[in-house]
């Protein structure tokens, strides 16, 4: 049997007589009295979570991302209370922080994961070539399906949560829709360029996630949650205008 260390790695690659290669852990030699004793090296603590979070990501891709995505919501909506100075004019808004600790643990974690896994497989079947496929991908999320789709429901979830009707949310969607397009084209598409360029696949919801702290910020400054007096009163004026019209 014949050995080979790899010096970069906690671990000593072994190669066994039939060609079998065996990752064993790295010793150190330690003396107690005058016995040697051997002590396995520890990685540091950032890469035993990194191992445990990549094997928690292979195993349940969809629970490890609804973890990452509840807590970076939740720290991006902190964030933007305190960029918006609602933690001093009001206190901090507890309700509004469970909302986007719940939309982003709760709600968005499966379609995200889906639409990823979709853009991906839709690249390979259409045999897009890897210089073209951030382009592409950015092309297809940005303007053909899931930006519309997906700041609409990020607008109507939170406003089923604060507790708005059928009709609020409908006018909260139309109202900020736009607006949230227009800012998340020139935010997103730099940044998904390099997503899709650099990242492999599985990680990808991830980068956006730790890239959202910066937009969860901007959309709880832009597009605060309206008090649903607020929206039932813009409600109303809607329907006054239209009878009007008619």
């Known amino acids: 049997m014949s050995w080979m260390r790899n010096m970069g790695s906690p671990l000593v690659l072994f190669r066994i007589s039939s060609g079998r290669s065996m990752l064993m852990p790295k010793f150190s030699v330690r003396w107690k009295g005058t016995t040697p004793v051997s002590v396995p090296h520890s990685p540091p603590i950032w890469k035993r979570f990194v191992l445990v ?32 100075g609602q933690t001093d004019k009001k206190g901090f808004d507890f309700p509004r922080f469970f909302r986007a600790t719940i ?42 399906y899931w930006s519309y789709l997906s700041n609409a429901y990020y607008h109507a979830v939170l406003g089923g949560l604060q507790g708005m009707n059928t009709t609020q949310i409908y006018d909260r969607v139309s109202s900020t829709l736009w607006d949230t397009l227009k800012a998340q084209w020139v935010f997103w598409i730099p940044v998904q360029l390099i997503n899709f360029r650099y990242v492999p696949v599985r990680h990808q919801l991830n980068f956006v996630l730790v890239v959202s702290l910066v937009w969860t910020s901007f959309l709880s400054v832009a597009f605060p949650p309206a008090d649903i007096e607020d929206e039932e009163m813009n409600s109303n004026k809607n329907l006054v205008q239209d009878a009007q019209s008619s």
């Open 53 to 84: 979070y990549e094997r928690n990501l292979a195993k349940r891709p969809i629970i490890t991302k609804s973890i990452t995505g509840g807590i970076l919501y939740g720290l991006g909506d902190i964030m933007g209370q305190k960029l918006s």
């Open 103 to 144: 939309f982003g643990g709760v709600f968005y974690p499966l379609p995200a994961h889906l639409h990823y896994n979709f853009l991906e497989s839709l690249t390979l079947r259409m045999g897009i070539s890897v210089g073209k496929a951030p382009f592409f991908k950015a092309f297809m999320e940005q303007f053909v």
